[in-house]
């Protein structure tokens, strides 16, 4: 019987422990463990050859829309972990802007029932921070948290009212939870469907401008320094708010950020007029954004990367860049994007990129950083690094396809995957 795994021939990455040389790792009963010895019989160990590869702990992704309860045809916790599997990543959060959304203590409940019957990945939930998200009513952050919410955020939209908010960081505070913040105006962004610049202008298209996201990063620095609630702000876009992040660090308040592969790598000259593929938000920006939130990730401003893996049906995209919905799916090219934009092109170390997808958004969210120490659970990614393929969404686990990629040449990819000793994915 095979009780034991044996990888060799990897070389082995883990920040966590500043662990970068080649050599071999024991898994036992889904951990990392110490070579047996005597050495078991070869009827009991699974064999690995890691030539060529990185192993590494698996990813995790902070900000994902899975989609179920309510738009099950983009989406179900089961496709999207599977699609994270393929990416690299074992542990995804979940956004609660579900349908109904995760509000209440038996929703995320509910989410965690679904989350136990796939294989894939680890699912933590976060929870909404208002009834319905609705932006008026505060949700009972105590019943969630008890509920098994890891963070709170009303993601898709801020919650307006800065008395109120301030109200619910301090009660965030209290439980230990992050508040995640999706930080735009509204008001300000009003029907905007690309970043406000010269190309929305030559294509006559209602426009979103940096300040309407720089004034919300701001608003939640303030209450980060009043409540000391951790206000973790998603995908950054601008680098009006890169700028605010750095002085707030600076001052030491507990405010940190995330970059999406899709603001790493594209600008708003990506934006098509009769396509929604490069639609989201906070939008695509000019490419002087861009390379500021390229500097933000290697300087540590920026901590950690993420996805916003945000399916959408075919149907739904094709209405159009006026009319179709903001977001992209990103966890199957993750790596494949930002590996070159980030380590390839010298601008930042292979164990700092790894660091900004482990260890990065493990801490933002209280957990353990993931490792390749003794007795961690044996979370692992396979990297083929040198590795070229081109973007097929006809290819993905994910039940939707709605990727600016579509045809890209890429340089990267996670080859295997392992969940507690598990295969879960490999190539």
């Excluded at 045809?73 to 496709?79: G, L, Q």
């Excluded at 979940?94 to 679904?114: F, K, V, W, Y």
């Excluded at 593929?277 to 993420?306: F, N, Y």
Aim: charged share 20%; net charge negative.
């Amino acid at each position: 019987m095979l009780i034991w795994t044996h990888i060799h021939n990897a070389r082995l990455i883990d920040p966590a422990t500043k662990i970068d040389r080649s050599g071999d790792l024991w898994i036992y009963q889904g951990r990392i463990a110490a070579p047996p010895s005597p050495l078991p019989h070869r009827g009991e160990i699974t064999e690995i050859d890691a030539q060529g590869l990185v192993v590494t702990p698996a990813f995790i992704d902070l900000h994902v829309h899975l989609r179920e309860p309510g738009n099950e045809a983009a989406e179900t916790v089961y496709s999207g972990a599977r699609a994270a599997a393929r990416g690299g990543f074992s542990t995804l959060v979940a956004m609660p802007n579900t349908q109904p959304p995760l509000d209440r203590p038996e929703r995320i409940q509910q989410q965690l029932a679904l989350a136990a019957q796939q294989p894939f990945a680890s699912i933590l939930p976060s929870a909404c921070l208002t009834r319905d998200r609705a932006g008026r009513e505060p949700a009972d952050l105590a019943a969630l948290a008890q509920a098994g919410a890891i963070a709170f955020t009303d993601d898709g939209s801020t919650v307006p009212d800065e008395t109120l908010l301030e109200r619910l960081a301090r009660e965030a505070h209290r439980l230990q939870r992050p508040i995640l913040d999706h930080a735009l105006d509204h008001h300000l962004a009003a029907n905007g469907v690309m970043h406000a610049g010269d190309r929305a202008q030559s294509l006559g298209m209602p426009g979103i401008s940096s300040e309407a996201e720089s004034l919300i990063v701001a608003r939640d620095i303030r209450l980060a320094e009043r409540t000391g609630c951790r206000f973790h702000i998603q995908h950054l876009s601008a680098r009006e708010s890169v700028d605010l992040i750095r002085s707030a660090q600076q001052r030491g308040l507990p405010v940190s950020a995330e970059a999406t592969p899709h603001h790493l790598d594209l600008t708003d000259a990506d934006v098509q007029p009769d396509s929604a593929d490069a639609k989201m938000a906070p939008p695509l920006r000019s490419a002087e954004d861009r390379d500021a939130l390229l500097q933000a990730v290697v300087d540590g401003v920026i901590s950690c990367l993420a996805t916003d893996h945000a399916p959408h049906t075919v149907e739904a995209k094709a209405r159009g860049l006026k009319l179709g919905p903001f977001g992209i799916v990103g966890l199957e090219t993750a790596i494949g994007i930002t590996y070159p934009r980030l380590v390839r092109s010298g601008r930042m170390t292979l164990v700092e990129w790894i660091r900004r997808w482990t260890t990065g958004p493990a801490q933002i969210l209280n957990l353990p950083p993931p490792s390749l120490a003794l007795g961690s659970p044996a979370n692992l990614v396979f990297l083929d690094l040198e590795k070229e393929w081109t973007v097929c969404p006809a290819e993905f686990a994910s039940r939707s396809h709605n990727t600016p990629w579509n045809g890209r040449r890429c340089v990267g990819r996670a080859v295997g995957t392992l969940r507690n000793g598990n295969w879960t994915w490999r190539e």
